[in-house]
Structure formats: structure tokens, C-alpha cells
């Protein structure tokens, strides 16, 4: 069974950092590609941050580039975000999601499997 956990989101204020961690089972973490998605109340799912596990080739979308970071660690089958100099914009429910044809694929509608989420709150 393929699972994602994630953890990590939490209450900050503007200009702090948050890691998010998403923990990985149930499939070879690997040649696929693994995203950070986020959705705020009343708004569209926005694609955060893309990494292809097997290549480390890496997607920001323009709201976040230059401030968050997308890691792995495949030892550990765990998929980062570190957050800094967070902004109340980017409060949301933050998801983890894996798509595992390792295609390099942006749209979430394609993604295989998601997690639970965890929420970031960001006040000014």
C-alpha cells in the first residue's frame, strides 16, 4: 500500500521558516517525481515545488522560487520543503503528492498519490 505523511506545518510569522517533511511507503523511492501542492480556502490547487527523484531535477513555481527548497532524502524514503521568509500569501493546506512514472510531470491532476496534508499559517 502507497502511503505519504507529511508533517511539519505549524503557525509562523511573516519572515519565519518551516521544514515539511513527507514520509514515504509502499513504493521505491526513486525515478519518480514527487511534489508539493498547496491549496488556500476559496482558491485552485497551486503546484509548489516538483523534484524528479532519479534525475534531482527541480520545478518552483513563481511564487515560492528563491524562498523554498525541495529536497530528498533516499535513505530515509522522505521528501523535504524547507520554507523560508514565509509570507501570509502562502498559507494553505500543503500536500505531498507522487507520481511514479517519473515523466517529469508539473500537473497535479496526473499525480498518482497524495497525502493527508499539513496546514502552514502564516500571520503578517
Known amino acids: 500500500e502507497v502511503r505519504l505523511v507529511e508533517s511539519g506545518g505549524g503557525s509562523v510569522q511573516a519572515g519565519g521558516s518551516l521544514r515539511l517533511s513527507c514520509l514515504v511507503s509502499?513504493?521505491?523511492?526513486?525515478?519518480?517525481?514527487m511534489g508539493w501542492f498547496r491549496q488556500a480556502p476559496g482558491k485552485g490547487r497551486e503546484g509548489v515545488a516538483v523534484?524528479?527523484?532519479?534525475?534531482?531535477?527541480?520545478y518552483y513555481g513563481d511564487s515560492v522560487k528563491g524562498r523554498f527548497t525541495i529536497s530528498q532524502d533516499n535513505a530515509k524514503n522522505t521528501l523535504y520543503l524547507q520554507m523560508d521568509s514565509l509570507k501570509p500569501e502562502d498559507s494553505a493546506m500543503y500536500y505531498c503528492?507522487?507520481?511514479?512514472?517519473?515523466?517529469?510531470?508539473?500537473?497535479?491532476?496526473?499525480?498518482?498519490?497524495w497525502g493527508q496534508g499539513t496546514q502552514v499559517t502564516v500571520s503578517p
Open positions: 503528492a507522487a507520481e511514479l512514472s517519473g515523466g517529469w510531470v508539473l500537473d497535479p491532476d496526473e499525480y498518482d498519490y
Open positions: 509502499g513504493f521505491t523511492f526513486r525515478d519518480s517525481d
Open positions: 523534484i524528479n527523484t532519479g534525475t534531482g531535477t527541480t
